[in-house]
């Protein structure tokens, strides 16, 4: 059964709702960070698998409402070589997921958040750009990463920046990826038994926090650009993952 919020700690909860409301701001801003905020947050007070169960089906609805802003934008041969490659590394990523403990998983989560968030705050670049092949590796690593702890974004998010596509090319592949990745997660994850009738009534519980944050981040209504915003995520990403891995220190 999914963790009900009766049980969860005054703090639990109000790391929960903090994560939520920043992940949802950092979506409608730049489409990007919104998995990661809320897998790398939630970590630290319950089971990363049922946060990442409620992220797959927030992130659908996430892409449905912004789809109609980045269509035009989406580049649509490298979202589909990326699947090609997500679709087989996924059921690798759940083999790790169903079979490590929780509190490894936990580490591995920070671990990865802040070697990716350190990556894309300091701006690294491919010294050139990727072919299909390279896109399609890097939608296998996207897969593994995604099936095992729900952050298949942030690859993709650092292979995007680092290969030198524009922000708004950048921002539309993100949404559409997110939008088949967690289509084929959500399938993944009910058949293992991850994402159930809980999980729903856990989103749909979090889904007025998830739309008035987009709708602010889309608004822009806190002053900042999206690329300040962006880094701002980037640096309380890697707060939470140094935070995470703290916790995980046996002292």
Excluded at 93 to 118: D, E, H, M, R
Excluded at 206 to 217: N, V
């Amino acid at each position: 059964m999914f963790f009900p919020l009766s049980d969860a700690s005054p703090f639990g909860l109000a790391v929960m709702f903090a994560g939520l409301c920043l992940a949802s701001l950092a979506r409608g801003y730049s489409g990007f960070g919104f998995s990661a905020v809320l897998i790398a947050s939630w970590s630290l007070v319950t089971d990363p698998a049922k946060a990442i169960a409620v992220t797959v089906v927030l992130e659908i609805i996430a892409s449905v409402i912004q789809a109609f802003s980045v269509w035009k934008h989406i580049p649509w041969k490298r979202v589909f070589l990326l699947m090609g490659g997500a679709a087989p590394g996924m059921l690798l990523g759940i083999l790790v997921l169903t079979s490590v403990p929780v509190n490894i998983l936990k580490l591995i989560v920070a671990i990865f958040v802040l070697v990716a968030a350190g990556l894309l705050s300091l701006g690294w670049k491919l010294k050139k750009r990727a072919n299909n092949l390279g896109t399609f590796g890097v939608g296998i690593a996207s897969g593994i990463v995604n099936g095992s702890i729900g952050m298949g974004g942030l690859p993709v998010a650092l292979f995007l920046t680092a290969d030198g596509d524009s922000p708004s090319k950048i921002r539309a592949a993100v949404v559409a990826y997110f939008f088949l990745l967690d289509i084929l997660g959500l399938i993944l994850f009910s058949q293992i038994g991850i994402v159930s009738v809980e999980t729903v009534s856990i989103a749909a519980l979090a889904f007025p926090i998830l739309l008035i944050g987009m709708y602010l981040g889309m608004r822009h209504f806190l002053g900042a650009t999206p690329d300040g915003f962006r880094r701002v995520t980037l640096f309380m990403l890697i707060g939470i993952a140094m935070i995470g891995i703290l916790r995980s220190l046996p002292f």
